[in-house]
């Protein structure tokens, strides 16, 4: 069984890992994006409706299929699900296959269009970039958390300065803190901050400056900062990967040249042997 099961891996493998099969797998996930937004407006009383079932099955058979070749072609089928992106793709396939009423017809949409999110792993490059969001989480919730206090503290000063001046936009901590995540985005910034300069024309300036210059040049930066850092290191993994990948394979192609000769070694030795005979 088990040399059925390896002859059956290395039969699967290089189709899998073939180009032809990676890009037909893209423009199947493209196409699949496309009909979702297509059919927003499509209901069950539509004339098109049997035409989308149709070819919703028949992206859902082509991505099953794709997946039971995956499994199938790794050594061992648990490999397969060792990858995150893989686990992820067999989740977003099973969840088409849990039945669903016609009042779920939200929740069918939001699955479909989860799976756009294939493209990741049809594209290797963009799994740095996801990768790298996903390593900045914990370092951006304490950027968050600083942000947060920086915002909290300038809302209770503005909301104590210039709540009568400005009841708008400082009326309340709330209305503060929504008009300081405004200011964060540079939005109109200098149109709120003119009923304070009318009245405090030192201390007006002094305040929005300072804060844009804390909140948006200095805390909005260490963010991206975080991410791009985390970003660079997943990229050094994957060259690193993809370095080793080709060292690997070349290392296979000289094991296999070896072989060969051997092999037409021991035959022109046979032949030698025979003909002293």
Do not use: C
């Amino acid at each position: 069984m088990k040399q059925k099961s390896n002859s059956l891996s290395e039969r699967l493998k290089p189709i899998v890992e073939s180009k032809w099969f990676n890009y037909l797998s893209i423009i199947i996930i493209i196409f699949s994006a496309i009909l979702v937004g297509a059919t927003l407006g499509i209901t069950p009383e539509s004339e098109y409706y049997s035409l989308v079932n149709i070819l919703e099955t028949l992206i859902l058979a082509f991505f099953s299929i794709e997946i039971i070749l995956r499994i199938f072609a790794e050594e061992k089928p648990i490999n397969y699900f060792r990858d995150p992106w893989n686990l992820f793709d067999f989740i977003i396939v099973i969840l088409f296959f849990i039945p669903l009423k016609d009042k779920s017809i939200y929740v069918l949409r939001l699955i479909r269009v989860l799976r756009t999110f294939r493209l990741f792993r049809a594209f290797p490059n963009l799994r740095p970039v996801v990768k790298g969001i996903v390593n900045s989480i914990t370092s951006v919730i304490f950027v968050a958390l600083l942000l947060v206090i920086v915002m909290y503290i300038y809302s209770v000063i503005g909301v104590s300065t210039f709540s009568i001046i400005d009841p708008t936009h400082f009326g309340n901590i709330w209305r503060g803190l929504f008009t300081l995540f405004q200011i964060l985005t540079l939005e109109n910034w200098n149109t709120i901050m003119l009923p304070a300069n009318s009245v405090y024309p030192l201390g007006g300036p002094l305040y929005f400056i300072s804060f844009i210059v804390i909140g948006t040049m200095i805390i909005m930066n260490l963010f991206l900062g975080v991410i791009v850092g985390n970003m660079s290191k997943a990229l050094d993994k994957l060259n690193e990967t993809e370095s080793m990948k080709e060292y690997l394979n070349e290392d296979a192609t000289r094991e296999k040249e070896i072989s060969t000769r051997l092999k037409k070694i021991e035959k022109e030795l046979k032949v030698l042997n025979k003909k002293r005979k």
